[in-house]
């Protein structure tokens, strides 16, 4: 500092500028860990589970310039999974082909009939989200991380330049993020576009699916979806709860009990559904949210292997270049049988039949084994 009382104005002035720069420098540094923490929560949240922030720590999905590509070396580091690449894709191939396999066979299954089959109707359409650049469709299915797959598709299809710099208020505002739904198609462009695209979706554990969803709509109740604690909660409490000597529904909210003895209930769910207004994507079946035994999709994910199954359908689909799907902490994923028997104890033995009853299909489908150690 002393040097400025000495020198000529000038050393001075560019001392000063040093300063006012170092403290932009501050600023924008303390900016980009604010927006780097909310991001890495908006992607846990994506998962509905509290899994320590810190461990999540590729914020968004990179993202290459999707320029034609002439160095096919990795622009980016890769999230550090183990380097066993080459020779284990085909063997991933294979697990992949497999799935699709046992798909098409249960499908056939005439019993498990009216467990698999839908018909591709609007609902399905609406769930169905179209890139055309890359002639990718992407069926949504909650709870599974989707918000990043969604991020990468508005990239992809241009309205963005990175995953960064889309608004969250915008990732799913379907009219503005060059992001449409099947659904906003003509009936021929669908036909068209299910016919010759490639086609993914990812599925779960059926049983933590509905754990999950139930931890995320019920428990932590996030403000911006007042709907389902204050109007379905109630509703499937006077129909389902056995005791109604706690009343107070407020304090005592919903339980896992009251919510599987409502999925189970196939009539009594129906007629409540057609009073809430909709089917709730967060625990219809996913046979019912993406018409997997109508539509042939090229790849199924399991989040149970998204490690593995994330850079296969990056690949599938030929994006592979131009994206990369965000390092996934380890364990986060894992089938997690502790919580599972955790949250069915309990619950009575009938009510848990009736509620794999109903998700049957959907272990079949998928290849998940049925949770005999909670039925009998
Ligand atoms: C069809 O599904 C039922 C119920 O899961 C199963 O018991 C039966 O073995 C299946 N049939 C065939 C041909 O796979
Ligand atoms: C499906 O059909 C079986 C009989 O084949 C019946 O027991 C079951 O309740 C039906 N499930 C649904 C969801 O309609
Ligand atoms: C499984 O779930 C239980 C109960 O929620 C939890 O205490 C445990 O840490 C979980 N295990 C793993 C490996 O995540």
Sequence with gaps: MSQCFHGPGLTCGAMRHHWLL???????????????????FRAVDDYGERVGAQTWTIPGTKLVKPNPVSNPEE?????????TEVPTVSDWQLVVDKRIELLSAV?????LRNLTHVSISKFVLDRIFVCDKHKILFCQTPKVGNTQWKKVLIVLNGAFPTVEEIPENLVHDHEKNGLPRLSSLTPQEITHRLRSYFKFFIVRDP????????????????????????DIAPAIIRKYRKSHRNIDHAVSGLHFEDFVRYLGDVEGRRRMDRQF????????????????????YSVVGHHE????????????????????????????????????EHY???????????????????????????PDFLVN
Aim: net charge positive; glycine share 6%; with cysteine.
């Design 22 to 40: 170092l403290g932009a420098c501050g600023w924008v540094l303390l900016i980009l860990m604010f927006v780097s923490k909310f991001i890495s």
């Design 75 to 83: 622009p980016h580091p890769k999230p550090s999974h183990p380097p």
């Design 107 to 111: 499908c056939k299954n005439s019993s």
């Design 207 to 230: 049983f933590e699916r509905l754990i999950s969803a139930f931890k995320d709509k019920f428990v932590k109740n996030p403000r911006f979806e007042p709907w389902y604690k204050h």
């Design 277 to 296: 207004g909709e089917h709730i994507i967060h625990w219809v079946t996913y046979a019912e949210l993406c018409a997997p035994c109508e539509i042939h």
């Design 305 to 340: 292997t998204l490690e593995r199954d994330a850079p296969h359908i990056l690949k599938a689909a030929g994006i592979e270049q131009l994206v990369s799907y965000p390092a996934i902490p380890p364990g986060i994923t894992r089938y997690n049988r502790t919580k599972v």
């Design 344 to 370: 069915f104890s309990g619950i009575s033995k009938r009510d848990i039949r009736r509620l794999y009853a109903r998700y049957k299909g959907d272990f079949n489908l998928f290849g998940y084994p049925s």
